[in-house]
Nanobody, 124 residues
Framework: QLQVVESGGGLVQPGESLTLSCAVS????????VGWFRQAPGKRRERVAC???????DYEESVKGRFVVTRDNAKDTVSLKMNNLIPEDTATYYC??????????????????WGQGTQVTVSS
């Protein structure tokens, strides 16, 4: 069974950086596509970034150029490096995984394994 655990959230000031990590277990990591989602109070959950099993990435428009998602197949982890954070990035961030064919170059359309979330707060 696919399991994911996020870590790395915290309180930062505007303009600072933060890196979130997603540890994946239960399935062959190289065959898992991973998405990062966030949900702010009173708002819908949105996908901010994803990386396919083949390493293809995609980003939500508001984070393009600021967020970078990478995967380390040796450590079974996916990282989300968030740069130049703004208050609007404040939310609970979730990692989610989905089994894919090895080398797939599109992000999953749905995800079956979800983490518990980690809080990111951007405030001065």
């Amino acid at each position: 069974q696919l399991q994911v655990v996020e870590s790395g959230g915290g309180l930062v000031q505007p303009g600072e950086s933060l890196t979130l990590s997603c540890a994946v277990s239960g399935l062959t990591f190289a065959a898992v596509g991973v998405g990062w989602f966030r949900q702010a109070p009173g708002k819908r959950r949105e996908r901010v970034a994803c990386i396919s099993s083949g390493g293809q990435t995609d980003y939500e428009e508001s984070v393009k150029g600021r967020f970078v998602v990478t995967r380390d197949n040796a450590k079974d982890t996916v990282s989300l490096k968030m740069n130049n954070l703004i208050p609007e990035d404040t939310a609970t961030y979730y990692c989610a995984g989905q089994i894919q064919i090895l080398g797939t170059n599109t992000c999953p359309a749905r995800y079956t394994g979800w983490g518990q979330g980690t809080q990111v707060t951007v405030s001065s």
